[in-house]
């Protein structure tokens, strides 16, 4: 059986899923940051799958190079705040952050 | 016949290390499992032709990402504290909306008529993609290139305001 399309859109769907299954369950924010890393991967999965099976051309592609820009950018805000947070309430338990007030 | 064993194992290796990331107690193992599942993807790539993605995906999620992400682990932590665990919450519920979504997206992309095509296949084989990705940014997607060196330069200030020392007077 050739390795098609739907190969590729199976394994974008389970890392997805494990993705969004961290996001739900992590009470430690770098655990939900790194569960938001695998959702945006699953997504540049499907992005270069049809880059590579559909009819258009790059463009695929370089959206995934923009959602890899995107990540990164907001890999950096998100650990900023993370550290910031930990510096005021000594915790980076998600459910234990839970005062607006600086 | 090895393409099909290689892809299958490369895919296993990327869903293994999703699936580590969910479900490991230890959240500097969970940082290692996506690791793999960044490589993972970063093969996968390779498979789609994508030789370009694939070396960003390396440089910048491997490279710099995950680097990052251990950093802040191991700052938020006194690395002389033995309990570096989380414990998650609701897994069941979590269990049963995440069953839930992937029945609904499985059925949906099984069963959609996908309009394939040509794709990059014959365009990567002679050149490979990066002369056709470099010519895309610096013609028709001009401006999210712009506008993405705009965004990255306002996280980068941002990252710096927020992680600072507070200084008072």
């Known amino acids: ?102 | 016949m090895i393409y099909a064993a290689l892809f299958y194992g490369v895919a296993l290796f990327t869903v293994a290390g999703a699936f580590g990331v969910a479900f490991s107690e230890n959240v500097v193992y969970s940082a290692f499992a996506l690791m793999a599942t960044l490589l993972g993807a970063a093969g996968l790539y390779v498979f789609l032709l994508a030789d370009f993605v694939a070396a960003v995906q390396l440089l910048v999620y491997v490279g710099g990402i995950l680097v990052l992400t251990l950093f802040a682990i191991m700052l938020t932590h006194q690395i002389s504290e033995v309990e570096v665990s989380n414990r998650a919450v609701g897994r069941w519920p979590a269990l049963g909306l995440v069953g839930f979504v992937g029945v609904g997206m499985a059925t949906a992309l099984l069963r959609a008529p996908w309009k394939l095509g040509e794709g990059t296949a014959a365009r990567a084989a002679g050149e490979g993609t990066t002369y056709g990705i470099g010519d895309s940014f610096l013609g028709p997607y001009l401006l999210p290139f712009e506008l993405a060196s705009i965004v990255l330069l306002t996280a980068l200030v941002g990252a710096i305001v927020l992680s600072r020392k507070e200084l008072r007077d």
């Open chain 1, 1 to 102: 059986m050739d390795i098609g399309l739907n190969h590729y859109l199976v394994v974008g769907l389970l890392v997805f899923l494990a993705g969004l299954f961290t996001v739900l369950t992590r009470r430690n924010a770098i655990g939900v940051l790194m569960g938001v890393e695998l959702v945006l991967n699953s997504a540049n999965i499907n992005y270069i799958a049809f880059s590579r099976f559909g009819s258009g051309g790059y463009e695929g592609q370089i959206f995934s190079i923009f959602v890899i820009m995107l990540a990164a950018a907001e890999a950096a805000i998100g650990l900023a705040i993370v550290l910031g947070i930990y510096r005021k309430f000594k915790t980076i338990d998600v459910e234990e952050v839970d005062s607006l007030r600086g």
